[in-house]
T-cell receptor
Framework: SQTIHQWPATLVQPVGSPLSLECTVE??????LYWYRQAAGRGLQLLFY??????ISSEVPQNLSASRPQDRQFILSSKKLLLSDSGFYLC?????????FGPGTRLTVL | QKEVEQNSGPLSVPEGAIASLNCTYS??????FFWYRQYSGKSPELIMF????GDKEDGRFTAQLNKASQYVSLLIRDSQPSDSATYLC????????????????FGKGTLLTVNP
């Protein structure tokens, strides 16, 4: 069966510091991968998605970036965090339709 | 801008009652519809999907789809306190050519509270 992992589970970072969140999927190959952010009391915002290694589509302009160095690895990064980057970051994978979410990373920027 | 609308709630029902959650969508070309359950502080969990007009039942859950009215709903029979969560409706996003672009548009969710 397929499993999706995210780490870290929680993170507290100062404004201006860098960020790296990692997501890996087990038990499948060539999945579509997604990064979402859910701010407190708000809906899911799609940040990036990828249909293959090295293929990244950005949904919103921001100070975040994503990379997919391996088939089942998806990384979300930032060089300098803003206060507004606080939120619940969710990675999801899809065989080609429904999406399955990882456990998420709760990021607090102070 | 393709949209998915849900009543934010909270929707409060007594234990054992039927909870009815509703969702409308703007993209008439959408083909796939999903319901997710999200407990507070947790990630969304897929509970139902439906592709064809009509009803689809899975245990206590029934998804209903009416493409002509661009409406999808989720019924939860014999509601339990453990069903208390936010329910997210998601609709597949289509490319301008009509094909799937493998993205989902999510509604903001309806908070359901089941009272013992």
């Amino acid at each position: 069966s397929q499993t999706i992992h995210q780490w870290p589970a929680t993170l507290v970072q100062p404004v201006g510091s860098p960020l790296s969140l990692e997501c890996t999927v087990e038990g499948t190959s060539n999945p579509n991968l997604y990064w979402y952010r859910q701010a407190a009391g708000r809906g899911l915002q799609l940040l990036f998605y990828s249909v293959g290694i090295g293929q990244i589509s950005s949904e919103v302009p921001q100070n975040l970036s994503a990379s997919r160095p391996q088939d089942r690895q998806f990384i979300l990064s930032s060089k300098k965090l803003l206060l507004s980057d606080s939120g619940f970051y969710l990675c999801a994978w899809s065989p080609r339709g429904e999406q399955f979410f990882g456990p998420g990373t709760r990021l607090t920027v102070l | 801008q393709k949209e998915v609308e849900q009543n934010s709630g909270p929707l409060s029902v007594p234990e054992g009652a039927i909870a009815s959650l509703n969702c409308t969508y703007s993209d008439r070309g959408s083909q796939s519809f999903f319901w997710y359950r999200q407990y507070s502080g947790k990630s969304p969990e897929l509970i139902m999907f439906i592709y064809s007009n009509g009803d689809k039942e899975d245990g206590r859950f029934t998804a209903q789809l009416n493409k002509a009215s661009q409406y999808v709903s989720l019924l939860i029979r014999d509601s339990q306190p453990s069903d208390s969560a936010t329910y997210l409706c998601a609709v597949d996003a289509r490319s301008p050519s009509g094909g799937s672009n493998y993205k989902l548009t999510f509604g903001k969710g309806t908070l359901l509270t089941v009272n013992p």
